[in-house]
């Protein structure tokens, strides 16, 4: 859960000061970056919330997210115009199941905010699909009520955990069977017949693929979910190349790359640089800004058994 994380905020700020860097894509590819610090986003303020919450308590309270997101909101980390509508909302009392059921007249927001901070929660709950599938849910609903936002969150978490799974058994799945069993778990909707397209398009060009699913720029999960499970299928085992291409995409790179980062580290890890796994790098880690200082995961109470004891050597 912790590397992806740490994924997911890597990718997130490296996104979010792209564009300010005066960098090119191949600037990225061959490490030529600032030195940082390099400032996250609401992706990672949220994340970090919701990581949090997992670690403290071992899964959602819908309840304490709602107040712990609206009481750690900052403006100054690029939320959206609804996100600040709705948490401003809800840290003056309002009720959450109000606010977020009202967005968009009634329809809930559809936004890509919930898949962007919810890739650590699928790690987290790795060994058990139906348990990612529930608590995505809860995480996602808290703020996009919309079927599509909801969905766009369990896809990511699906394929985090799938990521975990894969990484703990040492069984890396193919792109085509990585793609399958997130759509195994989904319901028929705008995403998930684009995750089926972008399972189409595995082997095709970035530039396609990003040009018939969209990149994030629509800021919907809709537009945004089905590019970063391409790119997390086809870069499962190699962290730069997975966030240099959602870069190159162009787009909501802050929120594409945060998606693919948290999904991909939970395969790679933050330290496996070797072979044909290639992790976080640890120049870009260093770089990145300090989580909140609130964040604190050596006060997180041991409840929690390893769920894949039976793969360890010499377990019975």
């Not at 994380?5 to 700020?13: A, E, Q």
């Not at 394929?159 to 997130?182: D, N, Y």
């Not at 291409?245 to 802050?254: E, F, M, P, R």
């Amino acid at each position: 859960m912790l590397d992806s994380l740490d994924g997911l905020s890597v990718g997130d700020s490296l996104g979010q000061e792209f564009p300010v860097m005066r960098r090119s894509i191949r600037d990225v590819r061959g490490g030529n970056l600032s030195a940082g610090p390099w400032g996250w986003t609401d992706d990672t303020e949220m994340a970090c919330t919701v990581v949090a919450e997992l670690g403290a308590r071992g899964g959602i309270d819908q309840d304490r997210l709602a107040a712990a997101f609206a009481r750690r909101f900052d403006p100054g980390r690029d939320y959206g115009f609804i996100a600040v509508s709705t948490l401003r909302r809800i840290r003056d009392g309002a009720a959450w199941r109000e606010v977020a059921g009202a967005a968009y007249d009634g329809q809930g927001s559809c936004g890509n905010g919930g898949a962007m901070r919810v890739a650590p929660l699928g790690a987290y709950f790795a060994d058990d699909p139906k348990k990612v599938v529930a608590e995505a849910i809860r995480s996602a609903q808290v703020t996009h009520m919309h079927p599509e936002g909801v969905a766009g969150a369990v896809a990511v978490a699906l394929a985090a955990g799938q990521a975990a799974h894969a990484r703990l058994t040492g069984t890396r799945p193919t792109p085509a069977e990585f793609i399958t069993t997130v759509l195994d778990h989904l319901g028929d909707g705008a995403t998930s017949r684009l995750i089926r397209h972008a399972r189409a398009l595995l082997g095709a060009p970035a530039e396609q693929a990003a040009a018939e699913l969209g990149n994030g720029s629509q800021v919907t999960a809709q537009n945004t979910v089905p590019f970063t499970m391409w790119v997390a299928a086809t870069h499962l085992a190699d962290y730069p190349s997975a966030i240099t291409t959602c870069i190159a995409a162009d787009g909501d790179i802050d929120t594409t790359s945060a998606i693919v980062g948290g999904i991909v580290a939970a395969y790679t890890g933050t330290a496996t640089n070797s072979g044909p796994t290639i992790g976080v790098p640890p120049a870009w880690l260093a770089a990145r800004e300090p989580l909140p200082q609130w964040f604190d995961p050596a006060r997180w109470p041991r409840r929690r058994k390893n769920p894949f004891r039976r793969w360890l050597p010499g377990a019975s």
